[in-house]
Each structure stands twice: as C-alpha cells, then as structure tokens.
C-alpha cells in the first residue's frame, strides 16, 4: 500500500491544504489518515496493478500533521489533483468518498487552504463589501434588511407592498425568504415587476437608496432566465440558496453575473456545519462561497435563534472580510492569502430584533448586514414603524447611545424594547 503520511513534509504555495478532525473506527489514527489521504486522492483499498512511480511521486498527498489528542490531521495535496476552476471536482475530491469509510466513525473537514493557482481560477465577488456599500451609498454603518414575512402566502402585489412599508421606514435592502421561488400565489416575474416598482418608488420618497434581493433558486437554466428578468426590471441583486442549488448552479450564477451583487442564503448548511465532529465547517462553506463569488453571505449571529458561536461567527467574518488570515490553531483556521479576490460582506440574520443590535455590532462591527424579519413585521405599531424601529436601533449604535437612551425619544424603538427587551 502507499504510505501517504510524512511528518517531515511542510506544504508547499502549490499546495492545498486540509485540516480533518477524525475519529477511527477500531483502527489507529494513522491507519485512518492513511485511507483518507488515499481515498481522497488516487488510492483505494487494495494495492493495484496499474499504479505507476510516477502517478504517486506527482500526485500522492502528504499526512504531514497528526495529533492524537484532538484527533486533528492536516493534509496537503498537490494542486494537479484539482481542475482549477472547477469546485464540484475539487469537494468530490477531498468531501467526497471519505465521508462513508467504515475505517472512520466521524470525519469534518475544519478548512481548506486553497494555493494561488486555485484562487486565481475562480472569479471572487463582482461588487464585494465595498461595491455593495457604493452600489447603496452607506458609507460606515451596518446595512439593514428585512425578510418579507409571512415567508410565503402573500400574492405578487402584496409582497410589493409590504416591501414598500419596510423600505420607507428606514431599511435599506428587502429580501425574499428562503423557501419563496415562484408559487402559484405569487409569481416571480409579477413579483419582480411589482416590487422593484415599489423599491423605485422607496428610493424617491426617502432620498435614499434601497434595494430588493429577489430569490433566483431554481434549475440552473430557469434561475439564469429569472436574473435576466430582475436585470432586465433594474434590479441590483439576486439571491440564490447555495446549498441546495449547489456548487454548480453557484457557478453558473456567478459566471453568468452582470455586476449583480449575488446575496447567498445557506440554507440546509446546519445539515453538514453543525455536528462539530462530522461533515463540513461552515467556515469552510463560507471560504468556497467568496472564492466561488457571492458579494454577501448568512454566516449567523451568535446572539439570534441559530446555532453558532459568537467565536464562530466572528471568525468567519474575518475569514471572508480580511485579504490575508493567518492560523488559528484554536479554531481549526489554516492560513489562507486571498490575494486579491474581493471581500464577501458577513450577513448577520436570524432571530434579530433591535433590541439585540447593540450586542451584535459589539461581536461583530459595523462591517455586517443585519438583517430582520419577525423583527420587523412582528413590531406592534405595523412595518413601517418596525423598519424605523430598526434602523433607530443601528443609529443609536453608531451615535454611542445605549438602546434604552435613544429610545426614550424614539417611539418605534421604545415599542420593540418593550415587547423583546434588550437581551
Ligand atoms: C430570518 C430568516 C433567515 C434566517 C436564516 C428565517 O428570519 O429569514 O432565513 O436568518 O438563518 O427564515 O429564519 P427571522 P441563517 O429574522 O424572522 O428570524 O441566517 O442562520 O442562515
Ligand atoms: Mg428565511
């Protein structure tokens, strides 16, 4: 059999690099790092006939890292094992097979760290956290969004209305919800017409610019048809669920992108992120997402109803915010230089409501889009005043004011603190 471990090896640039947590299966950890790194590269279970030097000396990966405490293992690969380009192939490679080895109970991969002939290949966010904030003209602070709510069951028009309250009360980005595509009570393209129509007309009334985030998911053709029509109707965004849509469908939307800011929803990630002994970080989803090219995407809020950290939350906002991370053996973070693929802008949402803002900017900074859904539409006093109640919870942030301090002349925020508190 190939040996694939080498403690003395050190990863060269034209490497990629994993970082697995393993737990064997009755074998050694040595054992098990052996099947990965074969499984996962150009081994299998049995010796073979037809493996030749040359294939091992040029394409056979090193287990150079192995601790048996923790049960962590780094593996570097060497980058002709990848079409560049090409994620679909590169996960089938290193999150593919080996997830079902009977040699191993629990395997996740914590991080991978691409080399700069893999970044180069993929086209990185169109607009990135700058664009976005040009593209809206918010200079410093948090964006604000909403997710029209009831997540589905409203028709075209009042989809389009609603939107309309939550852009004239102070939010600045409108969004679909997850599951919202097109329904036989809500249709895409009347949708688009509608609420784009309303968006127009928010952004004239206010002096502000505001945007509409409408949910692409679909077949990759049918999804490439419906960014035509929101770019065709004057859109700035679409919105695409990364997860079920995939790697592919991702990059189709990315390749076909014409300077759309591409919002990514992770739905279905808690499927594979949230076991911390098995499956994929989401840290890692995260890295493929900006590297594939979306301009913003959900990575959690530490302090909302969705599973994640606030260690988590913040380390994945450096990770697509920042050009160069550097490792983090505490977190599982390997290093990784971006070069110079755009910032992803950290979407903070789930569970929000203006109460908690101060607490979130004080995790993650003014560098987020935060966005709010119950806590919006639940506001006792209807949309707008939810919307302002919101964006009166960001102002007080930025003016260094307590919740409490600015609600007193800010009825809005004053109604949502007395119904959700400020904690
Ligand atoms: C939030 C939301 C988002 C979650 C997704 C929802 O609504 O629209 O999909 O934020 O979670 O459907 O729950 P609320 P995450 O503001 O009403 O909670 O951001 O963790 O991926
Ligand atoms: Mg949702």
New binding site residues.
């Given amino acids: 059999m190939l040996e694939y471990i080498d403690l003395k090896y050190r990863p060269g640039s034209e490497d990629l690099v994993c970082e697995f947590f393993i737990e064997p299966s009755g074998i050694s950890i040595e054992k098990a790092a052996e099947h990965i790194a074969g499984e996962s590269s150009i081994g299998t279970w049995t010796d073979l006939s037809t493996m030749k030097p040359q294939i091992a000396k040029k394409l056979k990966p090193k287990v150079y890292y192995i601790d048996k405490r923790s049960g962590n293992i780094k593996i570097a690969y060497p980058q002709d094992l990848f079409e560049e380009g090409n994620m679909p192939q590169v996960l089938s490679s290193i999150a593919g097979n080996i997830y079902g080895m009977k040699a191993i109970n629990k395997l996740r991969l914590q991080d991978i760290s691409f080399p700069k002939s893999i970044i180069r290949s993929f086209k990185g966010p169109a607009l990135g956290v700058q664009g976005i904030r040009d593209m809206m003209k918010v200079k410093k602070r948090p964006l604000c969004g909403t997710?029209v709510?009831p997540?589905v069951g409203l028709s075209a028009k009042e989809h389009a209305q609603v939107a309309y309250k939550a852009w004239v009360g102070g939010v600045d980005i409108v969004k679909d919800?997850?599951n919202l595509s097109s329904m036989k009570f809500n249709d895409f393209d009347e949708r688009i017409r509608h609420t784009l129509e309303m968006c127009d007309r928010a952004q004239e009334q206010t002096g502000e610019k505001k945007a509409y985030m409408p949910n692409v998911t679909a077949e990759a053709t049918k999804m490439i048809n419906r960014a035509e029509y929101v770019k065709k109707h004057g859109g700035k965004y679409v919105m695409i669920d990364i997860i079920t849509c995939g790697w592919s469908g991702l990059q189709t939307l990315r390749n076909w992108n014409k300077n759309l800011a591409i919002h990514a929803?992770?739905?279905g990630h808690a499927a594979v992120t949230r076991d911390h002994s098995h499956g994929i970080s989401m840290l890692t989803i995260a890295k493929i997402s900006r590297l594939i090219g979306v301009d913003q995407i959900?990575i959690?809020t530490a302090v909302?109803?969705?599973d994640g950290t606030a260690r988590e939350v913040h380390d994945i906002e450096l990770e697509i915010e920042d050009r160069l991370i550097h490792e983090k053996k505490s977190s599982h973070i390997l290093e990784q230089k971006w070069y110079d693929v755009k910032p992803t802008f950290a979407v903070s949402?789930?569970?929000?409501h203006p109460g908690l803002t101060d607490k979130l900017v004080r995790i993650l900074g003014n560098n987020i889009v935060i966005?709010?859904?119950?806590?919006l539409f639940g506001h006792p006093d209807g949309p707008v005043a939810g919307s302002q109640a919101v964006r009166q919870s960001i102002d007080a942030v930025m003016a260094g004011k307590t919740l409490k301090q600015y609600a007193r002349n800010h009825p809005e925020l004053s109604a949502a603190l007395r119904l959700w508190g400020d904690r």
């Fill in positions: 997710i709510k997540k919800d997850e929803h992770r739905a959900h959690g909302g109803k969705m949402s789930g569970g929000l966005q709010m859904g119950g806590g």
